[in-house]
């Protein structure tokens, strides 16, 4: 009789990982009573002939008029009773642990205990070790590479937690996969991105929580609600550490459908000028520069863009700045999706330094010493609260983070 093997992977909130080359976006933890708030079985009341006893609704000496049953020891009562109970859970996948154990840790929470395991051949086996029944639940999965592992575990998540009565199922997708197959460019061709967001819905998610979006008109996509955040209050935050003086500073936009992304960055970044790499692509994964609009002579040159794939829109940009006389070239991204030959052309010497946030794990073979990571921990983790609380994000100092 055959054996049927598999391998897996169990997240507990006793993990730990070492974050020390990680700079944080916000410098302290949001604080909350809630945060300290752990389920615990109710105690049964002592009843006398099928009645409360009268000592159980005896009057403290404190002058609380709350019956004795619904005080302390039983503490899970007394937080219903003080307002301070919180519903709310943090699960992780197997994409990105690190960025949810970041994130629980900013909002002082535990990450929800999650077994998930990959069968002998290819399935995935997803359950819940603790009740979610009547929680707000956010489910921390970026569709990374392997995209399509990614996803699918994603989809499991989301259906296990629904037939465990969550009330709300919320897919945190730092990144999201499939984002680029977004319209049709040519004839017979499918858009991805439109059936990826069916799939997440119909899997049972309430609301999506997405971090810079290839085209803003995804979040159309989606017939449940969308709250999509920024990464550029993360990055704008470590360049103003830097000593660069706002005269000699310059955004470039590598390609003209990022003009309106690095044109905010600009106005955020002491208004410096704008510039834009003209570019023609002959293929997927294949650019060519053409010419540069702008003037970045003896200027430091500032890249932006949401994503770094192979790195050949970004690198032969950069060899343009340098033509043009650039005294230094940033190339700053939300998401480090980093398939090969990108570290070889990010490494070349071409950048001052790379500056990316951990949206997507970096694995540890590919840092290079021009490269940055920051986190969206904090970033992601404030989001969250305020989806929780029904908050908006319009308020300073957070009106940055791009919520609606």
Not at 235 to 242: N, P, R
Request: hydrophobic share 40%; with cysteine.
């Amino acid at each position: 009789m055959s054996t049927l093997l598999h391998s897996s992977f169990t997240i507990t909130s006793s993990s730990s990982s070492s974050f020390s080359h990680i700079t944080p976006f916000l410098s302290s933890p949001r604080i909350s009573l809630r945060n300290g708030v752990k389920c615990k079985v109710i105690g049964a009341v002592r009843l006398d002939n099928g009645r409360p006893s009268p000592a159980e609704f005896a009057v403290s000496s404190g002058g609380s008029a709350i019956p004795s049953f619904l005080v302390a020891p039983n503490a899970r009562i007394q937080d219903l009773v003080n307002g301070n109970d919180t519903r709310l859970r943090i699960f992780s996948g197997t994409a990105n642990p690190a960025l949810a154990q970041e994130i629980a840790c900013y909002m002082g929470l535990e990450l929800g205990k999650i077994k998930i395991k990959r069968f002998a051949d290819g399935e995935i086996y997803v359950q819940l070790q603790e009740s979610v029944r009547g929680c707000d639940v956010f489910l921390v999965q970026p569709t990374c590479p392997p995209a399509n592992e990614n996803l699918m575990e994603l989809l499991i998540m989301i259906d296990a937690c629904r037939r465990a009565s969550a009330k709300n199922i919320t897919a945190v997708i730092p990144y999201f996969g499939y984002a680029r197959a977004d319209r049709k460019t040519q004839g017979r061709e499918s858009i991805a991105a439109k059936l990826v967001a069916n799939l997440i819905t119909e899997a049972g998610a309430n609301r999506v929580l997405a971090c810079d979006l290839h085209s803003g008109q995804s979040m159309g996509y989606f017939d449940i609600p969308v709250d999509h955040v920024y990464g550029q209050p993360v990055i704008l935050d470590y360049l103003a550490s830097k000593t660069i003086c706002s005269d000699d500073l310059v955004v470039v936009s590598p390609d003209v459908g990022g003009v309106a992304r690095a044109r905010a960055f600009a106005k955020k970044l002491s208004d410096a000028p704008l510039a834009i790499v003209d570019k023609r692509r002959h293929g997927h994964n294949v650019a060519e520069v053409m010419n540069l609009i702008g003037d970045v002579k003896g200027k430091v040159a500032v890249m932006v863009d949401d994503m770094i794939d192979t790195a050949g829109t970004i690198s032969k940009g950069a060899a343009l700045l340098h033509q043009e006389g650039a005294r230094e070239v940033y190339a700053c991204t939300t998401h480090a999706v980093f398939s090969p030959p990108a570290i070889e052309r990010l490494s070349s010497g071409l950048f001052q330094e790379v500056i990316i946030t951990n949206t997507i794990p970096v694995a540890e073979q590919n840092y290079f010493p021009q490269l940055t990571v920051l986190s969206v921990a904090n970033l992601l983790g404030e989001t969250i609260w305020r989806v929780h609380d029904d908050c908006s994000g319009g308020i300073e100092p957070y009106s940055s983070l791009g919520i609606d």
